[in-house]
C-alpha cells in the first residue's frame, strides 16, 4: 500500500525556521496538504495544492513540493505552532487519501 | 458558522456493530466529498473513507483495513453522513472525525471541515 514518509520529530527554537518534509512516490503527480493537530484537537488545515495557505492561516507557513518530496516550512515558528503536523495526499492507483505518520514540531 | 457534529460513538464487543451520524450545517453538503478520518489512542491520523457528492456520481472509497466491513452513506436532504460499521475489531477503537474530503468555494479555494469526534471503543 501507498505510504507517505515523515521524520518522527522536528526540535527549532523559538524564531527559527522549522521545515517538515513528506516524501512519496506519487507526489510528482498528486498535491499535498498539510494538517497541524494541537493535543486534544481536531486536525486544522495549514496548506493544500502543495502552496495554498488557507484563509487564517498565519504568512509564516508555506509550502513546496519538488519531485518526492514536499516541505512544510514554519518560518519564525512561534511557541503556539508546537503541534503534531501531517502531509497528506493521494494514492495514484486507486485514489485513496493518505496520511503521513507525522512529525512531533517541539519549539523550545 | 460552519459546523460538523458526530454522534454514535461509544462501547462494542468485538464482532458487533456501530452506526455513526454527522449533522452538516453552514455550507452546501450536497456539493461536498465527505469523508471520515480516525485516530487510534496515541496514533496518527487514517482515513477512513469517502462518499464523492451526488452531482459527481455519489460513488464510494473505502480504505482497505474497513473494506468490506464499513459503509459510509449520505442523505442529502436531511444533511447527514454516516458510517456503518460492521465486524468490528479492537484495532477499530479510535477517535472518528467526519470531515470535507473535497469541498472548494466559487473562488477555488478549499474549504476543509472537521468535527470534533466521536469515540468508538471496541473491547470486551
Known amino acids: 500500500s501507498y505510504e507517505l514518509k515523515q521524520p518522527p520529530s522536528v526540535s527549532v527554537s523559538p524564531g527559527q525556521t522549522a521545515r517538515i518534509t513528506c516524501s512519496g512516490d506519487a507526489l510528482p503527480k498528486k498535491y499535498v496538504s498539510w494538517y497541524q493537530q494541537k493535543s486534544g484537537q481536531a486536525p486544522v488545515l495549514v496548506m493544500y495544492?502543495?502552496?495554498r495557505r488557507p484563509s487564517g492561516i498565519p504568512e509564516r507557513f508555506s509550502g513546496s513540493s519538488s519531485g518526492t518530496m514536499a516541505t512544510l516550512t514554519v518560518s519564525g515558528a512561534q511557541v503556539e505552532d508546537e503541534a503534531d503536523y501531517y502531509c497528506?495526499?493521494?494514492?495514484?492507483?486507486?485514489?485513496?487519501?493518505?496520511f503521513g505518520g507525522g512529525t512531533k514540531l517541539t519549539v523550545l | 458558522e460552519e459546523e460538523l457534529v458526530e454522534s454514535g460513538g461509544g462501547l462494542v464487543k468485538p464482532g458487533g456493530s456501530l452506526r455513526l451520524s454527522c449533522a452538516a450545517s453552514g455550507f452546501t453538503f450536497t456539493n461536498a466529498w465527505m469523508g471520515w478520518v480516525r485516530q487510534a489512542p496515541g496514533k496518527g491520523l487514517e482515513w477512513v473513507g469517502r462518499i464523492k457528492s451526488k452531482v459527481d456520481g455519489g460513488t464510494t472509497d473505502h480504505a482497505a483495513p474497513v473494506k468490506d466491513r464499513f459503509t459510509i452513506s449520505r442523505d442529502d436532504s436531511e444533511n447527514k453522513l454516516y458510517l456503518q460499521m460492521n465486524i468490528l475489531k479492537t484495532e477499530d477503537t479510535a477517535i472518528y472525525y467526519c470531515t470535507t474530503d473535497y469541498y472548494y468555494d466559487s473562488d477555488g479555494r478549499q474549504l476543509d471541515y472537521w468535527g470534533r469526534g466521536t469515540l468508538v471503543t471496541v473491547s470486551s
Open positions: 495544492e502543495d502552496t
Open positions: 497528506y495526499s493521494t494514492d495514484s492507483t486507486n485514489n485513496h487519501r493518505v
